[in-house]
């Protein structure tokens, strides 16, 4: 029997709703890595935090985060998916390079509530 929604699918939700809230996605989709960064350490793109300050002109956000990090937001949207709480699609842009490699990424968009009368 499931206890509800753990600590790291709640924050990935908060994280969904705000940023869809401040217009900050397209169409409301928003890719992994933000919700990774954003959920874990949202002053790493905030290019004006002490931390950043040494960095140089668009190097001024850092979006590196850990294996493991990737790994538990990554675990937390399937398991958001399969609850009907978030949907989910990979993008995929063409060929790159010589030796023909697609580069494909995930988005993820937080489901409206549905309205009492539905």
Known sequence: ???????????????????????????????????????????????????????IGMRRRDWSYKETERLAVTTAVIKLEKLGLVKGKILTAGRSGERGGVRRWKVVSVIDERKEGD
């Open 1 to 55: 029997m499931s206890r509800g929604l753990g600590k790291i699918q709640r924050k990935i939700l908060a994280v969904l709703k705000d940023l869809k809230r401040r217009g900050e996605s397209d169409e409301g989709w928003i890719s992994l890595n933000v919700v990774i960064i954003m959920t874990y350490r949202p002053w790493q793109i905030n290019s004006h935090h002490p931390a950043n300050k040494e960095r």
